[in-house]
């Protein structure tokens, strides 16, 4: 069952952001751009001993990287942790990780891509929202999005209305208005993680799902695999990111697969909303309640922050 842990303090300028590197390597010239970038945002970066190490695709091993998240979960004065990419390697931190320790006092977890077994995790199952948002040696590094990186700070400050339209509306591809819990990420990973322990928990979800260079027949055989395992059976929608097609196929042939999905559970499906690996990478919070209504337009019911 669903827990409702504590929320974390709000993030504002000035306060200390903590970046560590759970999943690939690190490229010096993007993290350099990305903390510039937090920093002309207010923010202060504090980066993590061996961020820049690696071990072929990883940065570095499970216990350094480990060592560098439950540093960045932990660290005193840091109000949120921002992974610097994602590639792949998180899921194997999790077991490794103090979240009791986490969850005592915690702090904003920001990142998507590979991050989303963290967000995941933290969101449904205990209970502690976190930001699907911008990592700073990638998309801060990478893109010219400053209404997104001002979207990012609105929210993890507190200081987003539940009146207020968040992002751009979606295209409605079934159903109509739905409200849930905020929940989900990169498809592919949270594939990954069905029958683990850390399997997330997405009864009463809205959910958001995103993937990148996925064709069609692996974006269904995975939403399948979901379906199958009855792991979707109660939740409230499914709102899709805005996805680039692998090569030779178009959004339309993406728009079918969804659109069986929902079919196949009797839920509302919403496509396009400006967040993930195809950009821009519009903040969203994890873990609080939020409705779809039936223009496509998104509502942050609930603040991920305490206040």
Not at 27 to 41: D, H
Request: some cysteine; glycine content about 12%; hydrophobic content about 40%.
């Amino acid at each position: 069952m669903r827990v409702k842990g504590k929320k974390p303090l709000p993030l504002r300028k000035g306060d200390v952001i903590a970046i560590f590197a759970p999943a690939g390597p690190v490229e010096p010239e993007k993290l350099s751009r990305g903390i510039a970038r937090l920093s002309r945002a207010g923010f202060v970066p504090e980066i993590a001993d061996g961020v820049l190490e690696k071990d072929g695709y990883l940065a570095g091993s499970d216990t350094h990287r480990a060592g560098q998240a439950q540093w960045a979960l932990s660290l005193p004065e840091a109000r949120a942790a921002m992974a610097a990419r994602g590639g792949y390697g998180t899921t194997r931190l999790l077991p490794l990780i103090d979240w009791k320790r986490f969850a005592r006092r915690p702090r904003l977890v920001v990142g998507y891509s590979d991050v989303t077994a963290i967000l995941s995790y933290l969101a449904t199952r205990l209970g502690i929202p976190s930001i699907h948002g911008p990592m700073v040696a990638a998309d801060l590094a990478t893109r010219a999005d400053g209404p997104a990186l001002s979207a990012f700070g609105k929210l993890a400050a507190g200081e987003v209305s539940p009146r207020e339209p968040w992002g751009s509306p979606c295209e409605r591809l079934r159903g109509k208005a739905a409200e849930g819990i905020l929940a989900g990420g990169c498809l592919s990973v949270l594939t990954s993680l069905l029958g683990t322990s850390f399997e997330p928990d997405f009864r009463g979800s809205l959910l958001f799902l995103e993937d990148v260079a996925e064709p069609c027949y692996r974006i269904d055989r995975m939403l399948t695999q979901w379906i199958q395992s009855g792991r979707l059976r109660r939740i409230a929608g499914i709102v899709v990111g805005k996805m680039s097609p692998a090569g030779g196929e178009n959004e339309d042939d993406l728009r079918k697969v969804f659109a069986a999905a929902g079919s196949s559970l009797s839920v509302p499906v919403w496509y396009g909303f400006p967040a993930g690996h195809a950009g821009p990478n519009y903040a969203l919070p994890f873990g609080v309640r939020a409705r779809i209504d039936g223009r496509g337009r998104l509502f942050i019911l609930e603040s991920p922050v305490a206040g």
